[in-house]
């Protein structure tokens, strides 16, 4: 069965112990109900939108009862698979890939005028009175000298810029290692 949300309001605001959402509920292209959490720590709860879809519902409870069990990171074991357990898994995939987008929309925003570096968890920038493709233009040796020390100062940083040729720093990042 596929199982889809769509129309997804997140509000982080309101997520305490779990995620704060509401979303539309599919199932196989079909929408039956609606799925949320109120951010408190409780369960993700769901519900059919008419009695119509309660059936289908069940069946995709079944479904998902039958589907072997899933990795938890959180508390490092395994879990039975449950229709909220879907959800649920679902709604973090999506968050995951509305992060990934905002930090990409923000790294290409910076790295016009900065270089622009990530760990994961943290950018870091130094940023230039002027566009980089100008720095490097004018001054290479210049350029080449700060983004070492960049280099040096965060070593375990990965280096997100687009617009910095990579010969400007791959023999920097080599005799790190």
Known sequence: MKIELKNIKFIHEMSEETNCFHANLYINGVFVGYAENSG???ATNYSAA???HNEAIRQCEKDCASQPKRYNELYDLKIPCTLES???AFLEKYLDEQN???VKKTIEKKQINSIVMSDDSS???L???KRIEDCVREDKRLFKSQLSMMILKYPE???MNT???KSLYTSEKQQQT
């Open 163 to 165: 617009n910095i040729p």
């Open 127 to 129: 940023k230039f009175n």
């Open 123 to 125: 950018i870091i920038t």
């Open 50 to 52: 008419e009695p119509i």
């Open 86 to 88: 879907t959800i649920d």
């Open 157 to 159: 940083h990965k280096i």
């Open 100 to 102: 990934d987008r905002r």
């Open 40 to 42: 408190k720590g409780g």
